[in-house]
């Protein structure tokens, strides 16, 4: 039993233009923007492979597009609608079949998978997941929604968290040791660390970057030139920035100097000037680096290296023998350990304030008719920072305060849990002062609303179960958006000066790590006009996020479930079966979500309980933040204490500290492949056996396909398919430098493995099998890494299909070593047999040929690069298909490395001087030649077909193929695949080919050569 997503007539190339729309600003699912979390799924894919998955393979696809998917496509193919925003309405026979199963999520995140089965209406959906705070996530976006839409209470929840969300901002507005923190008419203030300098005894604040605002107008597309490195030159619609000036800070707002919106101006970011009307203006570069571990003095202008933790002195230069830490972060250090002093009592303000570091205040943020305006910040300004503390003294006991631990440890290779070196050690001292102070108010406040909402409707009539449940969900919702508050204002989010306007405060958890940031933003929790971070703003995220929602469920699941339980056990599911599993494994070291989330965690729980006694107790999702003991409970301090051991993750420093010992790398790795493996064997018991799990994997290393195909495999599964989807942010992506195989694959999985076979058995169905494949997917219009993928799924599905092949233990090395070369082979017969000609079945052979072809039929063309570049992921995955790695390769000459990317070396135009370039580069030397492989034969060729007149070209040939006659047939071979529609027309190589070909049939057209095929 086959199923629409297993067919060849799955439209990917859809899908995932419905994916990338929902990417880009304004095509977000506007419940995203409730809270930030990891990793989240577009829902477009979600819902096509959830339907796709549970429909049978001859559907109309027409109809899947336009009635599933929603999906508006042109004449060109192109989706023009962002297909989320409406709900599918699937035809009745469809919608019937879908209201029959059962389908589960263990992995659940956010949701994005869910939430797109109950649109489309399964019978019954369950999502799972380890962490409390998603736990509570997943209940705001998956069950209050339905509960309250069913019972008729969606527009009343609504307006609900509109009312109490106003009574929360109007109570803490009216808080008098509130009020007077803020300036009213300041948005937001932005600070960063002074230190003080051990040269001159002054505070310098520590600027990790000058600007203010950088806004160019219209899209990046208008930067005239970029003559150096850095530079643009173009239009800005606003270009302020910070600058020093007798000891303070002083404001350049270029906009106002000039009095114009518009300024044409060449920005060198890097080097630091900006150029208008032929003059100069320097804007000052960061005067940290912490990668380097120095600083410099703004007052006085000297470097701020090392001190020595034996005498306390500074010195330049690292003294040998002696233990030093740099100056900056043992100052940092030391403000984290005499604030925790401060607020126990210990010590008075005055000696907290001779802490050789403190946070300041360098500037302000006032919004002026959807404008911005910058003013400094004075020393009044950063005096109410003191003031809240010793606010905050007075209440330090109350249960309040997130006085718990960070994580300690880092964690190697994984996101960036280092924070912790600089001393902060706390949740509470990831925030300034006055952030402490109102964020603890706030969560108190939601608090508050939770009892009176309840006993509200209580008066009302409501019977007591009802009116608990609701004053919990809209309870959630305000404490979600005081999360987005907590989010926005902390001493680790940063201001950004490249977008437009208001959108400039990012949050602290945009990364996949918490790293120490200068220049951070203290928001006025108060202020509405065009602060969409303020509280009053923050609601209203909610609020169009619960809209969002609402409509979702209105198209309606029978049952929904959110179950906060281990996927690797799946405890609560004991005897329950899915037709159905789609989800979302973390990708390895990629996110920890444990310890990041923990920053939401600490504020949660607080706002979600009670107070007694001086203790947090349950009240609101206890469940969540309190373990049962008999008849009591205890408190889950934090998730990393309670659940890291048991997060489906790679990371060292979290497996060392828990094992209190050392660990390799690869015993962490066993460690994640073992969780994996477990949660597969998990979710093969609670599949039917003729149901079917589809997961969702990042594919950025081959490394992490294999653990992924060798876990599936071992606990029961055998691939039946497999293809890319696009997923993670153009931001991520480029950011992490990857190339064109750098996105999430689909793999679909069923139950049963059977018998044991030979290897060489094994692989003659393999290669059967890639061939079979590939055809396929060529005829269906796949290219690039869709066919590659695709056909390395037929390959893995020969492979895993069996329960054992005789002599292979490593299942790892085997998917590389040759599960990876049949497909290679497969897919190089396959596309020779798509061309088709005279010789149709006949394959290229030569390794060095074979990894030029499939670079070429695989990999997009770059315009920019004028000609293809691969990370050396993409390189190695090419490469283990061809037995060819990437020192060969580029021994070879036919990859390059460039600034730590690999570039094909092909012919970047048509004309002669082109290739003369590509056979220097190439080192070939047409006067001599001496062939390597079937590239340089084709290589010459070109060249001798750019150069010559026929006759000339046909004594070239001749008296090449006279001595390297296989050489020179492969060459052809290679010419037949790149002049035919599997290289895109921009691509010079496609009519060198042509006319290659042409010129050795003798008729001098492409007409005349094929003629006879
Ligand atoms: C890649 S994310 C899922 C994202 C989700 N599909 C979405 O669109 O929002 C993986 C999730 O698995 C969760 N997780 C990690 N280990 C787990 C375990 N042992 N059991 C259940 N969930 C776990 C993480 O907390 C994380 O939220
Ligand atoms: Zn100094």
Do not use: E, I, R, T
């Given at each position: 039993m086959s199923s629409f997503l297993e067919s060849p007539k799955f439209p990917v190339d859809i899908v995932n233009q419905a994916a990338e729309k929902e990417k880009k600003g304004g095509g977000r699912p506007e419940h995203w923007e409730m809270v930030f979390w990891w990793t989240r799924k577009p829902l477009a894919s979600a819902r096509a492979v959830l339907a796709a998955a549970a429909l049978p393979p001859d559907i109309d696809v027409h109809t899947f597009v336009t009635q599933v998917l929603k999906a508006k496509v042109n004449l060109k193919g192109q989706v023009e609608n962002v297909p989320h925003r409406e709900n599918p309405s699937p035809p009745p026979e469809w919608r019937e079949r879908f209201a029959k199963m059962k389908v589960l999520d263990?992995?659940?995140?956010?949701g994005s998978i869910p939430l797109e089965a109950i649109r489309l209406g399964f019978g019954e959906v369950v999502a799972v997941e380890l962490l409390p705070t998603a736990y509570v996530f997943l209940k705001a976006v998956l069950e209050y929604p339905k509960w309250a839409a069913e019972r008729g209470l969606g527009e009343q929840l609504v307006r609900d968290v509109e009312k109490w969300g106003k009574w929360v901002t109007e109570q803490l507005a009216s808080d008098p040791d509130i009020r007077e923190l803020y300036d009213p008419d300041v948005a937001v203030y932005i600070g960063t660390w002074e230190v003080k300098c051990p040269h001159c005894g002054k505070y310098t604040p520590l600027i990790g970057?000058?600007?203010?605002a950088r806004v160019s107008k219209g899209s990046s597309d208008e930067t005239e030139e970029e003559e150096e490195e850095g530079a643009k030159k173009k239009i800005f619609s606003r270009l302020a920035w910070m600058d020093w000036e007798n000891g303070t800070i002083k404001i350049v707002d270029l906009n106002k100097e000039l009095k114009t919106s518009q300024i044409k101006a060449k920005v060198n970011s890097k080097q630091g000037y900006i150029e208008v009307n032929g003059t100069k203006k320097t804007v000052r570069k960061p005067n940290i680096d912490a990668r380097r571990e120095t600083a410099t003095c703004l007052h006085c202008g000297n470097q701020i290296r090392y001190i020595s933790l034996k005498t306390g002195k500074h010195t330049i230069e690292k003294p040998k023998g002696e233990e030093t830490e740099w100056y900056v972060k043992n100052a940092v250090k030391q403000w984290n350990q005499l604030l925790e002093d401060y607020l126990n009592g210990k010590i008075d303000l005055e000696k907290l304030l001779q802490s050789p570091a403190r946070p300041t205040l360098l500037a302000k943020v006032k919004v002026k008719e959807g404008d911005l305006q910058f003013e400094h910040a004075t020393k009044q300004d950063t005096e109410k920072l003191w003031k809240a503390l010793e606010k905050l003294r007075k209440m330090w006991g109350v249960p309040d305060i997130p006085i718990e631990d960070l994580w300690k440890y880092t964690s190697g290779t994984a996101g960036n849990l280092s924070i912790i070196v600089w001393g902060f050690n706390k949740f509470y001292k990831l925030f300034n002062p006055r952030q402490l102070l109102t964020l603890v108010k706030l969560v108190k406040l939601v608090r508050e609303a939770g009892k009176k909402i309840e006993e509200e409707k209580l008066r009302e009539g409501w019977n007591s179960k009802y009116a608990f449940a609701y004053a919990e969900a809209i309870i959630t919702y305000l404490t979600i958006a005081s999360i987005r508050t907590v989010n926005f204002n902390s001493v680790i989010n940063t201001w950004y000066s490249g977008s437009f306007l208001t959108n400039k405060v990012q949050s602290s958890l945009s990364f996949r790590g918490i790293a120490m940031t200068w220049n951070w933003c203290d928001i006025n929790v108060f202020y509405e006009e065009g602060n969409q971070y303020s509280f009053p703003g923050n609601i209203n995220s909610i609020i169009r996020g619960l809209k969002y929602l609402l409509s979702c469920a209105s198209n309606g699941t029978r049952r929904v479930r959110v179950l906060n339980d281990d996927a690797t056990l799946l405890a609560n599911l004991e005897n329950e079966k899915f037709q159905m599993i789609v989800s979302d494994p973390p990708y390895r070291d990629d996110v920890p979500y444990v310890e990041l989330s923990d920053f939401y965690y600490v504020w949660l729980k607080r706002a979600l309980s009670d107070v007694s006694d001086r203790k947090l107790v349950p009240r609101f999702l206890g469940e969540a933040f309190f373990k049962p003991i008999g008849a009591t409970f205890r408190e889950i301090r934090t998730q990393w204490e309670e659940f890291a051991p048991r997060e489906v993750g790679l990371n060292i420093g979290r497996l060392k500290y828990f094992k209190g010992r050392e660990a390799s790398d690869e015993e962490a790795r066993n460690y994640f492949i073992e969780l994996l493996y477990r949660s597969f064997l998990s979710m093969r018991r609670v599949l039917k056996d003729d149901g079917m799990l589809v997961t969702y994997y990042a594919h950025t290393d081959p490394e992490a396909w294999e653990e992924l195909i060798s876990a599936g495999w071992r606990a029961g599964f055998r691939v039946t398919t497999a293809f890319p989807v696009s997923t993670e942010s153009a931001q991520r992506v480029t950011a992490r430098g990857k190339a064109a195989l750098d996105t999430s694959i689909v793999v679909v999985w069923r139950p049963g493995v059977r018998g044991e076979a030979l290897w060489d058995e094994v692989y003659r169905d393999a290669l059967v099998a890639a061939e079979e494949r590939a055809l396929e997917l060529l005829r269906a219009g796949r290219t690039g890494v869709d066919l590659f993928v695709g056909t390395l799924a037929a390959t893995l599905s020969a492979v895993t299909s069996r329960e054992r092949i005789v002599g292979v233990d490593d299942v790892g090395g085997f998917v590389r070593e040759r599960a990876y070369p049949a497909a290679a082979r497969g897919l190089a017969r396959a596309v020779s047999r798509f061309v088709g000609g005279r010789e149709a079945g006949e394959e290229v052979r030569d390794a060095g040929a074979l990894f030029y072809m499939l670079a070429k039929v695989l990999l997009p063309w770059s315009g920019r690069a004028r000609g293809r570049v691969m990370d050396r992921s993409t390189v190695h995955i090419i490469g283990f298909g061809t037995g060819l790695d990437d020192k060969k390769l580029t021994s070879m000459k036919i990859v390059e490395k460039v600034d730590g990317e690999f570039r094909l070396l092909e012919p970047r135009g048509e004309e002669r001087s082109e290739l003369v370039e590509l056979l220097h580069e190439r080192e070939l030397d047409p006067s001599r030649p001496v062939l390597r492989s079937a590239v340089d034969a084709l290589h010459l060729l070109e060249y001798y077909a750019a150069t010559l007149d026929v006759k000339g070209f046909r004594e070239q040939y001749e008296k090449l193929r006279s001595v390297n006659a296989v050489l020179v047939d492969e060459a052809l071979r290679l010419a037949r695949v790149f002049s035919g529609r599997l290289v895109p027309s921009v691509d010079p190589e496609r009519r060198l080919c042509e006319r290659v070909l042409s010129y050795v049939s003798g008729a001098g057209t492409l007409e005349g050569w094929l003629g006879g095929a």
């Open positions: 263990p992995f659940a995140g956010f970057n000058w600007w203010l």
